[in-house]
Antibody, heavy 117, light 110 residues
Framework: QVQLQQWGAGTLKTSETLTLICAVY????????WTWIRQAPGKGLEWIGE???????HYHPSLKSRVIISLDTSRNQFSLKLRSVAAADTAQYYC????????????WGQGTLVTVS | QSVLTQPPSASATPGQRVTISCSGS????????VSWYQQVPGTAPKLLIQ???QRPSGVPDRFSGSKSGTSASLAISGLRSEDEADYYC???????????FGGGTRLTVL
């Protein structure tokens, strides 16, 4: 059964770097896009960015200067790094798998709440 | 403020049919596929519809999606109490070069 399991620090101070890991079980990276999406408390979904199976990335323009999404093929994991966090980055962060050929996110991690104070 | 516009709320009684709209522009819905997600509060979103009208395996055929021009709709027929959730539309925005979401619609089953 394919599943995503994510983890990372839940509490950060302003200006620190957020780091989240998403492990992929039962599936390889090949043919898919690997995505990070966040949701501020009580708000809607916000796309952060994605990486394809060759490591090519796309980021939301509002976060592009602070974010890195990368693959670790040896561990079958992908990660999110967001530097210089502020209170506005407080959110539930989700990793997800996106189907190719303009498909959508069909498999999601359980979410990680990150609080910046 | 979200790029895609959804009504903040919708309601219907069990067994009825409800439609949720999603309005965009030429650079997003007008040029790209639309997807729909269901999110029960406190849980991760679940994909209901991708590529405008395609249901992933396991999604009941009570859920259907459509798109016309710069707008899209999600229809739920035979409404059940477990359909009570938040629903989000999404599309790619060519101007932003980013995926954009609607603000979400909270569906209440009366």
């Amino acid at each position: 059964q394919v599943q995503l399991q994510q983890w990372g620090a839940g509490t950060l101070k302003t200006s620190e770097t957020l780091t989240l890991i998403c492990a992929v079980y039962g599936e390889s990276f090949s043919g898919y896009y690997w995505t990070w999406i966040r949701q501020a408390p009580g708000k809607g979904l916000e796309w952060i960015g994605e990486v394809d199976d060759e490591g090519t990335t796309h980021y939301h323009p509002s976060l592009k200067s602070r974010v890195i999404i990368s693959l670790d093929t040896s561990r079958n994991q992908f990660s999110l790094k967001l530097r210089s966090v502020a209170a506005a980055d407080t959110a539930q962060y989700y990793c997800a798998r996106r189907q190719p050929n303009w498909g959508a996110e069909d498999l999601w991690g359980q979410g990680t709440l990150v609080t910046v104070s | 403020q979200s790029v895609l516009t959804q009504p903040p709320s919708a309601s219907a009684t069990p067994g009825q049919r409800v439609t949720i709209s999603c309005s965009g522009s030429r650079s997003d819905i007008g040029s790209n596929y639309v997807s729909w997600y269901q999110q029960v509060p406190g849980t991760a979103p679940k994909l209901l519809i991708q590529r405008n009208d395609q249901r992933p395996s396991g999604v009941p055929d009570r859920f259907s999606g459509s798109k016309s021009g710069t707008s899209a709709s999600l229809a739920i027929s035979g409404l059940r109490s477990e359909d009570e959730a938040d629903y989000y539309c999404a599309s790619w925005d060519d101007n932003l070069s980013a995926k954009v979401f609607g603000g979400g619609t909270r569906l209440t089953v009366l």
